[in-house]
């Protein structure tokens, strides 16, 4: 505590006593102020002098393990490299590992250091001392993550900045080689440290990173029964991809020895290696005392040359077969050091079949489905490694799979993949050659998860997670369905996680489905051996396939945030519609919508991210600015009408009143305003007493409710004659979406902590619907009000029932969302939605279904939501550019 530096602390009051009572002996607790609002209280807090501590010290005796030395931990080994056994290890055992490998990485309290290891494996402990000395940001993320390789990724590097990270070679290898190089090891890369352990250190690790990548990488080596590492390596940026990596050298108080199997010493050769030390000595299971200087055997071969071990492989990895000597290991690192092959694991099954399995190496991969290539590959992979290897080493099976699976630890799950083999080996093809009977079996093992009655009938569009599913019944639902039905795929976890029954079963059918397809749809020649023309399948009302196709797009200088708003008005020459649009180029823009001519533009007294209305006598633009004005401008000319001052800057799009013809608005001076543009002045204010109005005011018409939500958590209902508070709903945590009229005047918004709420016209919360990210997007609804659609930082457009919330669909996007959706008029398709990604992805989906019609990419980050009039799509783009797109049909 004296090195964290720790001063003040908040404590739950009703912990207080509690607390006292645990410090007591460490420091002294003083309490400084009371906040009943949190029901904490903030003590302060000193660490005590070796004097204080002497007095401080209790009569009662210590608590020792059974040889008198004081524990730090007691865990289970978990039995992959041999008997599980406890141990239990002391202070001086673990201490040495975190003094030193701290020191090696020289880690601060700039560090992001990252939880790889779950607490059951203790290189945990390592990593959670790194950080909690040294002041260091320390990252846990949830289990089910780590199993979904991109979305761990995007979190690690581009969230949270990572610079830390202490994993095994195989859950690194998960990440794939084109992130590796793209973002872990990258140029740009935040990770400084990247310490590898747990497993054989594969060589040609530089070959997984960017060229002008600085990440320092060290191989990690040690056994749980002397906790935790033993020695480390320093690998070279220079070394060559054929270079074996050696383990390094031993950790401060360790002593390692390596010897031969009469227990000789070995100074040159092969050797079984121990490890041990003064203070470096754990109990194990039954022992009653540790004796100082003890060298446990660790099971691990080396090749000791030029005072380096390199490593060889496990004991008992070295088998005997056909009456010959067999280092399963060896045949292991020949296999992946072919170029095809991306990872692999190797091992003997039933004491007579050599099992391989292999991760092929893009683009042996299909980009689709995940599932290897086909046959040819395993053909080719045993051609190459029979001059390698003598007959009896070379693998009688060689099985593909998209992905090693692994143990809680991180390790290679050997018995996870036998299971594979072992169902494919029954012929998945009998049992599963029709959907029929790949439907049954997914149907079993889906109810058998949920702990539901078997012969009741399953609904394909029920989901996992809302019919009593959690993220450990998921993880074991995908590993038995991996080994029931032989058919793997990488996204299998998030189908079962985000998607319905009905998701999970194509998943499982598309790998042998696309196979029948591509043979069925193989090219038709004509007598003279050209090619017939296909034609592009008909995405509905027989019109052919939609397409995005730019029509205009508009400099403004900066980039765009704020989203469109569209005038249209009929006139003798027709009906024109303008586009309203600012951008933190301070400049406000009219465009015309067929042709994108500049109608006219205004540069305001400071940058633009809040949206423009249109008044309900549509001669004026309203917009609000950075300066905290509030401009109003001629729609026509864009000539100043009135500017109405706010105390701070204005980022909320106002709400028009048809009634009164008054605009409301919120402002970040934590007030909301009602405008009179006829007479230029405010007819009320309300102080919202709660942060900021970031997100945009809403009027309910039918029952004349005013809907307003703060940065400071608050949503609030007021009427809007006369700014009264109806009633308020206070959630703690910040609003930045905006409110929106649902079904039967109720009103949804999103909110920061990933629900999706929804309340009745008195302020009765009626349902909400938590999602997987924070909801920045404003809620959507179709036609009908009887759907409800918003985004989330998770990625995924979600549908649900207006009335009660229960999903209906959702569609996962390539980025966030953060662009509130648009419903319109598709014509013959019936309702359609816009919907904007923040990677600059803009989609058409089917309202119904949440089928995506068509997409199109824009060169910029997407934060503007898009606006629909009758085929053109308008939305603002952080390239400085207004961007109308037009909906095509192609034959």
């Known amino acids: 505590m004296s090195k964290c530096r720790l001063k003040y602390c908040a404590v739950k009051s009703d912990l207080l006593?509690?607390?006292?009572?645990?410090?007591?002996?460490?420091?002294?607790?003083?309490?400084c102020t009371d906040l009943p609002k949190f029901k904490l209280i903030v003590v302060r807090v000193k660490h005590l002098t070796d004097d204080e501590l002497d007095d401080a010290k209790p009569e009662a005796s210590q608590s020792l393990s059974k040889g008198g030395r004081a524990l730090a931990y007691v865990l289970h080994t978990s039995g992959t490299t041999g008997p599980p056994k406890i141990v239990r290890v002391p202070h001086e055992c673990i201490l040495p590992n975190i003094l030193h490998l701290r020191r090696l990485f020289e880690v601060s309290c700039n560090d992001v250091v990252f939880l790889a290891s779950p607490l059951t494996f203790d290189p945990s402990v390592v990593e959670i001392f790194l950080a909690l000395s040294s002041g260091a940001q320390l990252l846990i993320v949830p289990a089910v993550l780590k199993k979904i390789p991109r979305q761990l990724c995007s979190l690690l590097f581009r969230r949270h900045k990572t610079t830390l990270m202490q994993v095994t070679p195989t859950l690194l290898s998960r990440f794939g080689p084109r992130r590796l190089r793209q973002e872990v090891l990258s140029r740009d890369s935040p990770l400084r440290i990247l310490a590898l352990g747990g497993e054989a250190c594969p060589s040609g690790l530089n070959a997984w990173r960017h060229e002008d990548n600085t990440t320092l990488m060290f191989n990690l080596y040690g056994i749980t029964e002397v906790s935790c590492w033993a020695t480390c390596y320093k690998i070279p940026t220079d070394s060559s991809a054929s270079s074996a990596v050696p383990l390094g050298s031993p950790l401060i108080g360790t002593k390692v020895e390596v010897r031969d199997e009469d227990g000789g010493v070995v100074t040159e050769g092969e050797g079984q290696v121990f490890i041990g030390g003064d203070q470096r000595v754990c109990i194990l299971d039954q022992e009653e005392t540790a004796i100082a200087g003890t060298m446990r055997a660790t099971g691990d071969w080396v090749d000791l040359k030029g005072g380096q071990m390199f490593y060889c492989g496990r004991k008992d990895r070295r088998i005997k077969r056909h009456g010959k000597r067999v280092n399963l290991d060896h045949v292991q690192q020949l296999l992946s050091s072919l170029p095809v092959v991306d990872s692999c694991a190797v091992c003997l099954h039933e004491t007579s079949r050599l099992l391989a399995f292999v991760v092929p190496a893009a683009p042996a991969v299909s980009e689709d489905d995940g599932s290897p290539s086909s046959p040819d590959l395993s053909r080719h992979l045993l051609k190459q490694l029979s001059p390698l290897l003598p007959s009896y080493a070379v693998p009688d099976t060689l099985v593909l799979v998209p992905a090693l699976p692994l143990t809680p630890h991180g390790k290679v799950n050997l018995r996870a993949l036998v299971k594979i083999y072992q169902r494919q080996r029954l012929d998945a093809s009998q049992s599963h050659k029709d959907v029929t009977g790949l439907k049954k079996t997914l149907q079993t093992l889906w109810q058998d998860a949920l702990g539901q009655d078997a012969n009741t009938d399953l609904d394909e569009d029920s989901r996992f997670l809302f019919s009593g599913g959690d993220s450990l019944k998921a993880l074991r639902l995908c590993e038995d369905v991996l080994a029931a039905t032989g058919v793997v795929s990488p996204r299998l976890l998030e189908a079962i996680l985000d998607g319905t029954f009905a998701d999970v079963l194509h998943l499982l059918i598309a790998p042998r489905e696309k196979k029948r397809l591509a043979e069925k749809m193989a090219p038709v020649t004509t007598e003279k051996g050209k090619p017939l023309k296909v034609l592009k399948l008909e995405c509905g009302g027989g019109r052919g396939a939609m397409v995005l196709n730019e029509r205009w797009s508009s400099d403004t200088g900066r980039c765009v945030d704020a989203s469109p708003a569209l005038l249209v008005q009929e006139g003798e020459d027709g009906t024109r519609?303008?586009?309203?649009?600012?951008?933190?180029?301070?400049?406000?823009?009219?465009?015309?919508?067929?042709?994108?001519?500049?109608?006219?533009?205004?540069?305001?007294?400071?940058?633009?991210?809040?949206?423009?209305?249109?008044?309900?006598?549509?001669?004026?633009?309203?917009v609000g600015c950075y300066d905290g004005g509030v401009y109003v401008l001629s729609a026509d000319s864009g000539e100043t009408h009135w500017v109405f001052e706010t105390g701070d800057a204005v980022k909320s799009c106002p709400a028009a009143d048809p009634l009164t013809g008054w605009m409301m608005v919120g402002s970040h001076d934590g007030f909301l305003y009602a405008l009179d543009l006829q007479a230029k002045r405010c007819i009320w204010t309300r102080d919202c007493e709660s942060g900021a109005v970031f997100s945009s005011p809403h009027l309910d018409t039918t029952c004349r409710h005013l809907y307003a939500a703060t940065l400071g958590g608050k949503l609030l209902c007021l009427n809007p004659d006369s700014g009264n508070v109806l009633w308020s709903h206070c959630r703690n945590v910040p609003f930045f979406s905006s409110p929106k009229v649902a079904g039967d005047a109720s009103v949804a918004i999103g909110s920061v902590d990933g629900n999706i709420l929804c309340f009745d016209k008195g302020g009765t919360l009626l349902w909400q619907f938590l999602t997987d990210g924070p909801v920045f997007s404003s809620p959507c609804v179709t036609s009908n009000l009887q759907r409800l659609l918003c985004g989330s930082h998770d990625g995924r457009v979600y549908c649900l029932n207006a009335t009660d919330g229960s999903p209906l669909w959702t569609f996962q996007t390539a980025g966030k969302v953060f662009a509130s959706s648009c419903a319109f008029d598709g014509g013959t398709r019936g309702e359609l939605l816009g919907v904007a990604s923040t990677d600059g992805t803009v989609y058409i989906l089917d309202a119904r279904d949440g089928s995506e019609l068509c997409s199109r990419t824009l060169p910029g980050e997407l934060f503007s939501s898009p606006a629909v009039f009758g085929r053109s799509l308008v939305i603002g783009c952080r390239n400085d550019y207004v961007y109308c797109l037009q909906m095509d049909f192609e034959p």
């Open 577 to 622: 519609t303008t586009v309203f649009i600012g951008s933190h180029s301070h400049r406000m823009q009219a465009l015309d919508l067929d042709s994108g001519r500049l109608l006219w533009e205004r540069v305001l007294g400071g940058r633009v991210e809040a949206s423009a209305a249109v008044s309900p006598c549509r001669r004026y633009v309203v």
């Open 17 to 31: 006593q509690g607390f006292q009572a645990a410090f007591t002996q460490h420091m002294s607790v003083e309490i």
